[in-house]
């Protein structure tokens, strides 16, 4: 029998391009506070902190996540820094699961906070990703590599560049209801595709921006959610999973690994899944946050992860399948990653929208009937992938599947 973890609050500031009112630690104290506010807690009711940071190069400060410790009330508590990249924000929240399951810990603030322009180009710090000898002199960059999955997602399902067109577009008119997301409006499929060219067939509005905010969340046992949460999000199922660093080891004609179809996405879902009892994902989980910084991103974890068939996502999406009211699964009805981007927390901010899913704190932006939801989290070029499934009551984890 597992013990039970849930949610108890969550918080996050408005996304943009820059907030030059307020510190890097300043930011990452307004989610702090925020979340101690929503729960009706205080500091010294936190037993421990991990934090949410990417590269510091996007800053120019070095390990700010020290400069930080006073800010969020973690001086003389253990302090954990999680960083995986892209998927940040999905590992701290399991880092936080997993100090709660061993019981040493009765309640943990997850925090962080980003300032992605605060350095001149984020690209080029993107792409010290790569192996220095071999992918960056190609030249691969984290644009390029999806551009090369999607021409190879779009030849292999018969698709076309105004079928990724629609993610934007949808996600773009959800985040009109969403007063944190950075970029919202009502944009049409010929805007997507008459945008500047990215890298072929990604134009600008098929890839994410760059976002500044901070994102906090608290976790805690049965005992603390008793105290504190009437209404909780119960984690019930999760999964990490890690891929080889080289791409070129991604693609195989013998074990039929494809580096466009992300199958690392599948892997990680039947093990989450495997862990909450969830056999039928289209029937059984009501709202996707999902992690996707490209219109191909989301496409394909909806397909590597069961709710459709292979190439069917983007034609589903044509009939409103993932629209918050339309029927079926609402897929980022936050706008997504698609629409605000702030690397270190974007992991957790799709963990707090679908928590709040389940909590019934979505405002304008909540489903009905809502269950279970998941987020996803992707770092590292599909290197590190992650999944949570929340739920509206506690069920006892089963052994994962993979």
């Known amino acids: 029998m597992t013990d039970p973890v849930g949610v108890i609050s969550t918080f996050q500031t408005r996304f943009g391009s820059r907030h030059p009112d307020v510190t890097y630690v300043e ?4 989610a702090a506070v925020g979340a101690l506010h929503a729960a009706g807690m205080r500091p010294d009711d936190i037993d421990a902190v991990v934090y949410c940071m990417a ?12 400069w930080a410790v006073d800010h969020v009330f973690a001086a003389g ?12 924000g999905g590992s701290a929240v399991h880092a936080a699961l997993g100090l709660l399951r061993s019981r040493m810990f009765r309640s943990v603030l997850v925090v962080g906070a980003e300032r992605l322009n605060e350095t ?14 071999y ?55 010929d805007d997507v595709l008459e945008s500047p060219l990215i890298a072929h067939p990604l134009k600008l509005y098929d890839v994410c921006p760059r976002s500044s905010g901070s994102a906090a969340m608290i976790l805690g046992d049965a005992e603390t959610i008793d105290a504190f949460q009437p209404r909780p999000a119960f984690i019930n199922g999760f ?21 466009g179809e992300m199958e690392i996405a599948a892997v990680t879902a039947r093990e989450c899944f495997g862990r909450a009892g969830i056999t039928d994902p289209f029937g059984e989980i009501q709202v996707a946050e999902l992690y996707d910084p490209y219109s191909l991103i989301g496409y394909l974890q909806l397909e590597q992860l069961g709710f459709c068939a292979g190439g069917e996502a983007p034609r589903l999406d044509a009939e409103g399948t993932w629209d918050l009211h339309g029927g079926g699964v ?42 279970n939801t998941i987020a996803t989290a992707i770092g590292g070029m599909a290197q590190f992938t992650n999944v949570t499934l929340f739920g509206d009551d506690h069920r006892d984890t089963q052994e994962p599947t993979r």
């Open 330 to 371: 609402a897929v980022n009805p936050s706008g997504g990653t698609l629409c605000t981007n702030p690397i270190a927390i974007t992991g957790l901010v799709r963990a707090i929208e679908a928590a709040n899913q389940v909590m019934g704190t979505a405002g304008e932006l909540q489903a009905t009937g809502v269950r």
């Open 120 to 133: 001149a180009d984020a690209q080029e710090i993107l792409n010290l990703t790569f192996d220095a000898f």
């Open 239 to 259: 999964s990490s999973v890690s891929d080889t660093y080289w791409l070129g080891d991604r693609l195989s004609d013998e074990a039929d690994l494809d580096l």
């Open 77 to 88: 508590k253990p302090f954990f820094r999680i960083h995986t990249g892209g998927s940040t």
């Open 27 to 30: 930011q990452a104290q307004q």
């Open 55 to 66: 590269p510091t190069f996007f800053m120019g400060v070095s390990d700010a996540d020290q």
């Open 135 to 189: 992918e960056r002199d190609m030249p691969l960059s984290t644009n390029t590599s999806v551009a090369l999955m999607a021409s190879r997602y779009l030849q292999r399902h018969g698709l076309t560049e105004r079928d990724l067109a629609r993610a934007p577009v949808r996600q773009r008119r959800s985040a009109l209801k969403n007063p944190y997301a950075h970029l919202k409006g009502e944009i049409t499929v």
